[in-house]
T-cell receptor, first 115, second 111 residues
Framework: GAVVSQHPSRVICKSGTSVKIECRSL??????MFWYRQFPKQSLMLMAT?????????EQGVEKDKFLINHASLTLSTLTVTSAHPEDSSFYIC???????????FGDGTRLSIL | SQELEQSPQSLIVQEGKNLTINCTSS?????LYWYKQKYGEGLIFLMM?????EEKSHEKITAKLDEKKQQSSLHITASQPSHAGIYLC???????????FGTGTRLKVLA
């Protein structure tokens, strides 16, 4: 079964709306989670590293005020796209770091469409 | 620039043909992972390679990691339409310890 649950899987909303995406680790504690963004026909680009109990580390070019990340517990990280606009429409996916030597566990992603 | 480069960027092959996808890094990698994906859907984990020179196979897919742990190849034998999709290599880079993805290879298999 899935070890990382990402919700919602699909969001369609109006421009100006803020959207929150949740990423939960189900059977393990994840001190570190990663958030990615994917445009059509492109690879997954790392947006930020989410660390439990501390501020997220954002990649160059990613607006931290636009993409708010909160990792308040060892099993939950949230990504909030604030005042979303059509250019924010994309596929967002999270991952959680598992045991040493094991692959990352990925959520199933969220398709965000801003009208 | 992307730290993990994949080649080719896209590939169209006839069903039954063999193919190879490469993933190259300028830095030593702490393990190399291969995934398959369709845009807008989750990742399907294929294989994990951790040791230099390691080679793994699953069904018709074989992946290798070179001795320096900077280059990996994914080989598909007798390709089928079901192999179509985006293939991504992923790795933790030395120094930054971030989990990043390669540039991706879009595979299309013609029946």
């Amino acid at each position: 079964g899935a070890v990382v649950s990402q919700h919602p899987s699909r969001v369609i909303c109006k421009s100006g709306t803020s959207v929150k995406i949740e990423c939960r680790s189900l059977d393990f504690q994840a001190t570190t989670m990663f958030w990615y963004r994917q445009f059509p026909k492109q690879s997954l680009m790392l947006m930020a590293t989410s660390n439990e109990g501390s501020k997220a580390t954002y990649e160059q070019g990613v607006e931290k005020d636009k993409f708010l990340i909160n990792h308040a517990s060892l099993t939950l990280s949230t990504l909030t796209v604030t005042s979303a606009h059509p250019e924010d429409s994309s596929f967002y996916i999270c991952s959680a770091k598992g045991e040493v030597g094991q692959p990352q566990h990925f959520g199933d992603g969220t398709r965000l469409s801003i009208l | 620039s992307q730290e993990l480069e994949q080649s080719p960027q896209s590939l169209i092959v006839q069903e039954g043909k063999n193919l190879t996808i490469n993933c190259t890094s300028s830095k030593t990698l702490y393990g190399l992972y291969w995934y398959k994906q369709k845009y807008g859907e989750g990742l399907i984990f294929l294989m994990m390679l951790q040791k230099g020179g390691e080679e793994k196979s699953h069904e018709k897919i074989t992946a290798k990691l070179d001795e320096k742990k900077q280059q990996s190849s994914l080989h598909i034998t007798a390709s089928q339409p079901s192999h179509a999709g985006i293939y991504l290599c992923g790795a933790v880079t030395s120094g930054t310890y971030k989990y990043i993805f390669g540039t991706g290879t879009r595979l299309k298999v013609l029946a």
